[in-house]
């Protein structure tokens, strides 16, 4: 949804009203393609801040935004401290900030990450290899009843309660360290391996990532941070492709909407976008691709 994206971004060359030049933030910059198109659309005075956790992501964008490096920047972090390392850089807020959730095609692909469900690799799931708590590990200490609910919560898994019962079973009896032995455990609890053309253990490796990796919390924060971060009429952009995710950008996004008190902003979408017949066609990713965008109002003296 690259064009929806920066035409909500709206990214500009030229100076603002202090005379510094427009700044954006890409919070998942991933391998820097949308960031390319905001450092081109914003050329030749546009600077950029990408931020990535996985440092892998962050060598591939440095490569392809290396002949913008005299404006763009970019930093290994968490988007929940965006604030913090803005401030390290110097900068209280941005024009313009895009948030595109998820995980990247690099991190799917690498069995060695453990997200794939395809090819075999470790329990590990983590977006930064170095935060402390890998898949294994999350499985060795979590409750029960703590990954039937997320199994639920967040992988939309109805058969929740068995899945997490087998999974764990097999785990305590060292016979799941990696991710096909996983998969096998969710279609041993499910009794099949496919529903609806898609793998059966689709919801359960989603929900597991997304505890390794503490997305929604994630998100939660930097939604909490959202008003300070936008300078007046900076608009913010977030792309999601889960429910839960989107749930939580609607409902913040809604309540800053009807804010009293300033820092005021507007919705620039009533309703979640979508995309196109055409752009899922090309990319099926993009199928449950749900586009929100709001923007701080200008101050009015
Ligand atoms: C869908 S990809 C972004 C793709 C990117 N827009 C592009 O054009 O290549 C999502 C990226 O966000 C990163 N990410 C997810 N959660 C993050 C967080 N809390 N803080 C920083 N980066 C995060 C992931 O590591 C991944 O590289």
Redesign the pocket.
């Known amino acids: 949804m690259l064009d929806e994206v920066l035409g909500h971004l709206d990214p500009r060359l030229g100076v603002g009203e202090d005379g510094e030049a427009h700044v954006y933030v890409?919070?998942?910059?991933?391998?820097?393609?949308?960031?390319?198109a905001i450092l081109e659309r914003s050329s030749p005075d546009g600077r950029l801040v990408g931020?990535?956790?996985?440092p892998a992501?962050l060598a591939l964008?440095a490569e392809r935004l290396a002949r913008f490096k005299d404006r763009c920047v970019l930093v290994h972090?968490?988007?929940?401290e965006l604030r913090a390392l803005l401030a390290a850089r110097g900068l209280r807020a941005v024009d313009g900030l895009?948030c595109?959730?998820?995980?990247?095609s690099?991190?799917l692909d690498d069995a060695a990450r453990g997200f794939s469900l395809r090819a075999d690799g470790p329990l590990d799931m983590r977006?930064?290899p170095s935060s402390p708590r890998d898949a294994a590990s999350v499985l060795d200490t979590i409750r029960e009843a703590d990954l039937v609910d997320a199994l639920g919560r967040l992988g939309g898994e109805r058969f929740a309660g068995r899945v997490a019962r087998v999974v764990l079973e097999r785990r305590r009896a060292g016979r799941l360290s990696t991710t096909g032995a996983l998969r096998d455990a969710v279609h041993a609890a499910l009794g099949r391996s496919r529903a609806g053309g898609i793998d059966a253990a689709t919801r359960a490796f989603q929900a597991l990532r997304m505890i390794v990796?503490?997305?929604l919390e994630?998100?939660g924060a930097?939604l909490a941070e959202l008003p300070g971060l936008l300078r007046p009429g900076g608009r913010a952009v977030f792309?999601s492709?889960h429910s839960g995710e989107d749930r939580l950008v609607k409902h913040a996004l809604r309540g800053l909407a009807q804010r009293e008190e300033p820092p005021r902003l507007r919705l620039l979408t009533r309703r979640a976008q979508r995309p196109s017949d055409a752009e899922t066609a090309v990319n099926p990713r993009a199928r449950s691709a749900k586009l929100r965008a709001i923007e701080r109002l200008a101050e009015v003296a």
Do not use: C, I, K, P
């Not at 931020?51 to 996985?54: A, H, I, N, P, T």
């Not at 972090?77 to 929940?80: A, E, I, P, T």
């Open positions: 890409d919070a998942t910059v991933g391998l820097g393609g949308h960031a390319e931020v990535d956790r996985d992501a964008a972090g968490d988007f929940s895009l595109d959730l998820g995980v990247s690099l991190q977006m930064d990796n503490h997305e994630a998100l930097l792309l492709f």
